[in-house]
């Protein structure tokens, strides 16, 4: 099975084309093309990310983007298409341009060897999936090929557990239950998964994700967007020796499985305010925020999975790239729980991209789990558990 793929959440467009073998149990998976433009650059200038320039940014972006993933993939022939734009209808007016530059694209291209395309619904910022899912729509009307809407944290999760090099590979057999911590910009949670497409959230973030205190520290601190990879550099150096300053760790000994982040932040806002900070005390902070962010990460996860018994532990989203998470966590780990089962993403798997949209969209299509096209909605709150 071919399955074309669209990320449009958040800050990054991307277009995949993924060749799927096999059924669930034993399909293995080949990149056929790739193409991920990241918007960093654009949103750095305001600090963050806005959504209504996320929108345009994916407008502008998306064509090439699905042209380039073609031409990788060897499935861009030219040839006349007619009848593009009565096809598209009225989908697509609202998104800047995005369908002249579609219609005009697709006129002149024949349509392409895929079996299914898959998009992310959300969960997300809104006005960012619409552009995602209205040109997901638009191709499946011109090309008639069925469509499946894909929660982002399902990609990101099942990211975490792909196994093999950067063009082929397959998913780990999983041992339920499997507990899975997804962290990223938006989203801080706890799932504890009983079989597969079987959620239940056992815990999440009441207030700010961990992601997000990463972005507001960096900044405070004087540090570009996004701040997690800029704090993972200040903080690595100052490993050698103990920490200088002590920071709370929010929620660490409550009975649940909850996070509050919100309040570390503020304590670093308390602490570097009106204060001439040298390198070094910026060294200290990045490292104390990233301890204490840490550990209450890895407490609470510990204790969700000796609560539930949890075979496997699924560590997901743009924040599981950071080094000092992934050997705390795989050191306490085989100290504390060496019978648990742990994956984290490969490089290039941690962050928003459509190859893990188009691995979810292959399970769900083998579920069947196909929508009509003009009939899916984004869903910015989207949420896994049913
Ligand atoms: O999953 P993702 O790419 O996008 C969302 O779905 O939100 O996650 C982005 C988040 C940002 O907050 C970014 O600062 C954080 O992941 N991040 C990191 C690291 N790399 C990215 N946080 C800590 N350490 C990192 N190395
Ligand atoms: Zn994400």
């Known amino acids: 099975m071919r399955i074309l793929s669209i990320e449009t959440s958040c800050d990054e467009t991307a277009v995949a084309i993924l060749e799927a073998v096999g059924d669930r149990s034993s399909a293995q998976f080949t990149i056929l093309g790739d193409a991920l433009y990241s918007q960093i650059e654009v949103h750095r200038e305001f600090g963050g990310v806005f959504p209504a320039v996320a929108k345009r940014e994916h407008a502008k972006n998306l064509t090439p983007l699905l042209r380039a993933a073609l031409v990788e993939a060897s499935m861009l022939s030219e040839s006349p298409n007619e009848g593009v734009e009565e096809k598209i209808g009225a989908l697509l007016e609202r998104e800047h341009g995005l369908k002249e530059q579609l219609v005009e694209f697709l006129s002149g291209i024949a349509v392409p060897d895929i079996d299914a395309i898959a998009v992310t619904r959300g969960p997300g910022l809104e006005p960012a999936l619409w552009v995602g899912v209205n040109f997901a729509q638009a191709l499946s009307l011109v090309w008639d090929k069925p469509l499946v809407p894909v929660d982002h944290m399902e990609g990101h999760l099942l990211a975490s557990l792909?196994?093999?090099?950067?063009?082929?590979?397959?998913?780990?057999?999983?041992?339920?239950?499997?507990?899975?911590?997804?962290?990223?910009?938006?989203?801080?949670?706890?799932?504890?998964?009983?079989?597969?497409?079987?959620?239940?959230?056992?815990?999440?973030?009441?207030?700010?994700?961990?992601?997000?205190?990463?972005?507001?520290?960096?900044?405070?601190?004087?540090?570009?967007?996004?701040?997690?990879?800029?704090?993972?550099?200040?903080?690595?150096?100052?490993?050698?020796?103990?920490?200088?300053?002590?920071?709370?760790?929010?929620?660490?000994?409550?009975?649940?499985?909850?996070?509050?982040?919100?309040?570390?932040?503020?304590?670093?806002?308390?602490?570097?305010?009106?204060?001439?900070?040298?390198?070094?005390?910026?060294?200290?902070?990045?490292?104390?925020?990233?301890?204490?962010?840490?550990?209450?990460?890895?407490?609470?996860?510990?204790?969700?999975?000796?609560?539930?018994?949890?075979?496997?532990?699924?560590?997901?989203?743009?924040?599981?790239?950071?080094?000092?998470?992934?050997?705390?966590?795989?050191?306490?780990?085989?100290?504390?729980?060496?019978?648990?089962?742990?994956?984290?993403?490969?490089?290039?798997?941690?962050?928003?991209?459509?190859?893990?949209?188009?691995?979810?969209?292959?399970?769900?299509?083998?579920?069947?789990?196909?929508m009509q096209a003009g009939t899916v909605r984004a869903d910015g709150n989207l949420a896994l558990e049913r």
């Open 162 to 370: 792909v196994k093999g090099n950067a063009r082929s590979f397959s998913i780990s057999q999983l041992h339920f239950p499997v507990l899975a911590l997804l962290v990223s910009g938006g989203h801080t949670e706890l799932l504890l998964m009983g079989a597969w497409h079987s959620y239940a959230l056992i815990g999440r973030t009441r207030d700010d994700a961990v992601g997000e205190a990463f972005d507001k520290v960096a900044r405070m601190l004087g540090l570009p967007y996004p701040g997690g990879p800029e704090i993972s550099k200040l903080a690595h150096p100052m490993r050698t020796s103990p920490s200088t300053m002590k920071l709370p760790r929010p929620m660490i000994g409550t009975p649940d499985s909850d996070f509050s982040f919100s309040g570390l932040k503020t304590a670093v806002m308390y602490l570097v305010k009106d204060r001439e900070l040298t390198h070094t005390d910026r060294c200290e902070v990045a490292r104390e925020f990233e301890d204490a962010a840490v550990e209450v990460l890895y407490t609470k996860t510990a204790r969700a999975l000796e609560e539930n018994d949890a075979k496997t532990l699924a560590v997901g989203g743009g924040v599981s790239a950071n080094l000092h998470l992934k050997t705390y966590f795989s050191e306490h780990l085989a100290q504390e729980h060496p019978a648990v089962e742990v994956y984290f993403p490969p490089e290039g798997f941690t962050g928003d991209n459509a190859v893990m949209i188009g691995i979810a969209g292959f399970y769900r299509a083998q579920e069947g789990e196909f």
